[in-house]
């Protein structure tokens, strides 16, 4: 019968679908935020995120030492008076990383997100790699002449970049919540409805997206 196709939506007691569940260009954009707390960079910690067109996520990384390297022998300074004891003739990025840790036989025609936006070195790569696309969210570094060099290149390229605008500025993942009845909390969204009286916990693990 007509009336048994769907269920009574107008009934109250109906359950109905969650309305505050993470859109894809907030869950990559956090895959890249979470990665990034791998780093063991003391001043810069960085995550990409690569994305297929099926909004399956092929590849991964973070800033960090080669492969091979012990990290505790090779320098994580941002300044020195000689540059071979500062970390910058050393240390990966993480969008070399994300291509490198590709799960998939290429990257041609994905998306990367990473939280800053790539330096001329790492826009090579993404051209090179066949990306289609980044969407980053902080360009502090905007006027620096790497990023004046990857800007120029990711557009003779034609790869396209766009600045990812944040709805929120923080995710907390509550290990906790996947014990609560319903997982209510299983991904507090901080700005909007997250709010604990007794503050941060030992139990939670903030994500922060904040452009700064």
Known sequence: ME?????????G??????????????????????????????????????????????????NGMPNGCDDDLLPWSRSADDRLNTKYPYVCHAELNAIMNKNSADVKGCTMYVALFPCNECAKLIIQAGLKEVVYLSDKYH??????????????????????????????????SINHRGNAGLCHQRGEQLNQADGERADSAAVSMNNS
């Open 3 to 11: 009336e048994n196709k769907l269920p009574d939506l107008l009934n």
């Open 13 to 62: 007691s109906a359950t109905r679908k969650r309305e505050d569940y993470l859109e894809w260009p907030e869950y990559f954009m956090a895959v890249a935020f979470l990665s990034a707390q791998r780093s063991k960079d003391p001043s810069s910690q960085v995550g990409a995120c690569i994305v297929n067109q099926e909004n399956k996520i092929v590849g991964i990384g973070y």
């Open 143 to 176: 006027d620096t002449p790497e990023m004046v060099a990857s800007r120029k290149l990711l557009s003779m390229a034609g790869v396209q970049y766009r600045q990812f605008k944040p709805k929120r500025s923080e995710i907390v993942i509550d290990f906790n």
